[in-house]
């Protein structure tokens, strides 16, 4: 059985996927990184043996299972590289800061065979299982809606606290890219594919970046229903995302992990259990105002999913695809804030 791990990136998400690893099941044998404090950490935390040469981590035949947790602009070589060792993949969001590049991740898994997934945690909550249930079962009618909505708050020392963060090359971009990918994940998920895009970006509230802290976008969906994106990280304090979807039969709202609304024309026998769950609220802040205040059990999720994909000879529950689907929409929205002109996406 295919389970033993290796870590590319001792940054702060590796800590999520380290804790994600063992709680999935998995055994994490080795981590990298080019900064050697940052790799012992992670292996003097977790138990693993510490890289600060990429080839002699690869060549480790003890690693199956890679995660790559570098700035979002730096997944690329490293995932290439992997594919090329024989390593299967799991890249943390986003897959790559363009469709092109991530084209090439997905491309190199292809022709190595191995299974490659892109991080979107979101979706494996029950809040948004639940969701997709109804949508599947046609409980929404005519999708007419479907927004989200990402109002949360950086300080300007957490831009400052890394060269990387606000870049282009490296973050690819800011409030949209970053920070509000995982409900632009969910959207497309539930709402189906983007025709087109028409939005705004600025930099309103930060210093010293080149990215966006605020950006709104009006979306068409190829169902012909119209949509909403905001995101950014400049609304003090900080409030819990929140994703709408409404149809001619039924809507659904939820915050963070909990399902906030849930009206439908036709009863069914589920609704009960939701309804009940509703009253008890359990979502904290998660990552509102603190980067660091997620949990990973989520992760863990789809860790396990990744590890029964490959021990199976099934696709991975969000392959490399579906990781694409985000990054080609965002940068969309760049597009057309930039250009000024309406986006249409094939």
Request: net charge negative.
């Amino acid at each position: 059985m295919i389970k033993k791990f290796g870590i590319i990136g001792c940054g702060m998400i590796a800590t999520f996927h380290a804790r994600a690893i063992k709680e999935a099941g998995g055994e994490l044998v080795a981590c990298f990184d080019m900064i050697p404090a940052a790799a012992d950490r992670i292996a003097g935390e977790f138990g693993c043996k510490a890289y600060y040469d990429l080839n002699e981590f690869l060549a480790n035949p003890d690693v199956e299972i890679v995660t790559i947790g570098t700035p979002s602009g730096a997944h690329k070589d490293p995932a290439i590289a992997a594919a090329k060792a024989g390593k299967h993949i799991i890249v943390e969001k986003p897959l790559e800061i363009t469709p092109e590049r991530c084209d090439e991740i997905i491309d190199a898994a292809e022709k190595a065979g191995v299974v490659l997934s892109t991080v979107f945690p979101s979706r494996f909550h029950q809040s948004s299982q639940s969701i997709r249930k109804a949508l599947d079962a046609g409980r929404f009618g005519q999708l007419t809606l479907g927004d989200a909505i990402v109002k949360w708050y950086r300080t300007q020392q957490y831009y400052d606290g890394g060269n990387w963060r606000g870049t282009w090359a490296l973050d690819g971009g800011g409030a949209l890219m970053n920070q509000a990918i995982h409900s632009v994940d969910l959207l497309l998920w539930m709402m189906g594919p983007v025709a087109e895009i028409s939005a705004m970006t600025g930099l309103i509230a930060h210093e010293r970046i080149e990215v966006e802290d605020v950006a709104i976008a009006n979306l068409r969906f190829a169902n012909g229903a119209f949509g909403k994106l905001e995101a950014t990280t400049a609304a003090y304090p900080g409030y819990l995302k929140r994703i709408e979807i409404h149809g001619s039969k039924g809507s659904a709202m939820m915050e963070e992990e909990d399902i906030v609304k849930w009206d439908f024309a036709d009863p069914a026998e589920e609704d009960k259990a939701i309804l009940e769950s509703m009253a008890q609220s359990r979502s904290t802040g998660g990552g509102a105002a603190d980067p660091a205040a997620i949990g990973h059990h989520a992760h863990a999720l789809q860790f396990k999913d990744v590890m029964d994909a490959i021990n199976t000879g099934r696709k991975p529950y969000i392959d490399g695809l579906e990781g694409r689907k985000s990054v080609e929409v965002i940068c969309g929205v760049y597009e057309s804030a930039r250009t000024g002109k309406i986006v249409r996406l094939n």
